[in-house]
């Protein structure tokens, strides 16, 4: 059943794509506030800021690279499945007549 769903659509992949820029986008912004706070004094435990820098970043760039990898390998499907490159409407005789 979820061949069926999800065969015929990109969606699933550029969802991964999208989720992942939008995770390091706000990985970068959740890095700034944590790095603010740390040089505020506002975190306390040693090792936290580097940790949650860490797990956010590196997990919102392995998304990110799957949709990319995604993308590229849908592509690559999509060309290989030997269908034309144009539809005959019609042929017409170059005879005069």
């Known amino acids: 059943m979820m061949d ?11 969802l991964t794509l999208w ?9 970068l912004l959740f890095a700034v506030v944590t790095v603010i706070a740390r040089l505020l004094g506002n975190i306390d435990p040693a090792g936290y800021t580097t940790l949650v820098l860490l797990i956010t970043g ?10 990319i990898l ?3 390998l849908w592509r690559a499907v999509e060309n290989t499945k030997s269908r034309p490159l144009r539809i005959i409407s019609r042929v017409i005789d170059g005879t005069a007549k």
């Open 4 to 14: 069926s769903i999800f065969s015929f659509s990109d969606f699933p992949i550029m």
């Open 19 to 27: 989720v992942g820029f939008a995770g390091c986008v706000l990985s």
């Open 58 to 67: 590196f997990g919102s760039a392995s998304l990110l690279v799957q949709g």
């Open 70 to 72: 995604g993308c590229y």
